[in-house]
């Protein structure tokens, strides 16, 4: 399972409860949330769920407050000793919750946490009194913990590396159309059951997984807002492939998602068409266009980007599972 660690204030990553959880197989996200800004803190936390599409949240004490802070969709939550009465605007959490805390807590009251499963209408069994003080960093807690982030013992979990990649100036590449019939038509505001056809078509060999996490609802919301494109190529017509931009805050510009139909692989319209798709990103004159992948994906795929004009700016381990 992939666990996002969302740590205390005046913690700092790699604490005894993130490490607990690696010990036992999880791939933990313990990113740093800097104590003097808690809507910084949201921002970093936001991204990293964003881009890694998290099994679960954990947030402990003041992480709890920036777990309920960030949109999460149906992912659950588990909130340790959550300090939500002394940071951001959540005055509720959302139905698939699990809050620990111990009565004995004199940093945060246990009470606090009674009042947040009042205030979200929730039953009363999702509050587990537990442990002896704040940290809750005894045996019992932390297999609670463990407990509530289960891994799935049917899913098969790999190593993956993760690229991120980008480019600063718009590339003077010109790539030729490898035939004639090619076509890129712009969705404006995208059917879901469409969206879902050509994300499943495409990134079934190759393990895409967090479009099919989130509900319709929360799908519809992000593939038809004002700033999100998407680009579907055609051959003769029939539909070949597609590719997603998304024009962030800061001059920026996310290549989120790319690539071809199992039957138009091998032809030369990956290059055709990522070209097209940088020409496209860059008319809005952006400062940055970016993007990120993995081992999971096509072999071609890195290759083909930094020949489009992209450079390597980080790469991760993650543990994925499938």
């Not at 790699?14 to 949201?42: C, Y």
């Not at 111990?102 to 009251?109: F, I, W």
């Not at 680009?231 to 017509?237: F, I, Q, R």
Request: with cysteine; proline share 7%; charged share 20%.
């Amino acid at each position: 399972m992939v666990v996002l660690f969302l740590h205390g204030w005046t913690s700092v990553p790699g604490g005894r409860k993130p490490i607990f959880l690696q010990e036992h197989g999880h791939t933990v996200l313990n990113p740093s949330l800097p104590d003097e800004d808690f809507e910084e803190a949201v921002k970093i936390a936001q991204v990293e769920y964003n881009q890694h599409q998290p099994d679960v949240v954990v947030g402990s004490s003041r992480g709890g407050a920036v777990a309920m802070n960030i949109e999460s969709g149906n992912t659950p939550l588990v909130l340790l000793c959550p300090a939500w009465k002394n940071w951001g605007n959540a005055r509720s959490a959302k139905p698939n919750t699990t809050i620990l805390h111990s009565r004995s807590d004199d940093v945060v009251p246990f009470e606090h946490s009674l009042e947040l499963v009042a205030n979200s209408g929730l039953p009363a069994e999702v509050l587990i009194e537990i442990g002896n003080d704040h940290r809750l960093a005894d045996p019992e807690p932390l297999a609670k913990m463990l407990e509530l982030c289960g891994v799935d013992q049917d899913k098969q979990v790999v190593d993956v590396t993760v690229y991120y990649l980008e480019m600063y100036s718009p590339s003077d590449q010109s790539v030729p159309a490898p035939r004639d019939g090619l076509t890129v038509i712009e969705v404006p505001t995208p059917d879901v059951s469409y969206y879902r056809n050509l994300y499943n078509v495409v990134g079934k060999d190759y393990h895409w997984l967090s479009r099919r996490k989130i509900s319709d609802a929360e799908l519809a919301a992000i593939i038809c807002a004002p700033l999100n494109e998407l680009h579907v190529l055609h051959v003769n017509g029939v539909p070949a492939g597609f590719s997603e931009l998304v024009r962030r805050g800061g001059g920026q510009i996310e290549l989120v998602q790319f690539g071809l139909l199992p039957e138009f692989i091998g032809q030369g319209l990956g290059k055709w068409f990522l070209q097209w798709t940088i020409d496209k990103a860059w008319s809005y004159q952006p400062r940055r266009l970016w993007l990120h992948t993995c081992t999971l994906d096509h072999p071609a795929a890195m290759p083909t980007y930094k020949k489009g004009g992209f450079s390597q700016y980080k790469e991760e381990q993650i543990r994925r599972g499938l």
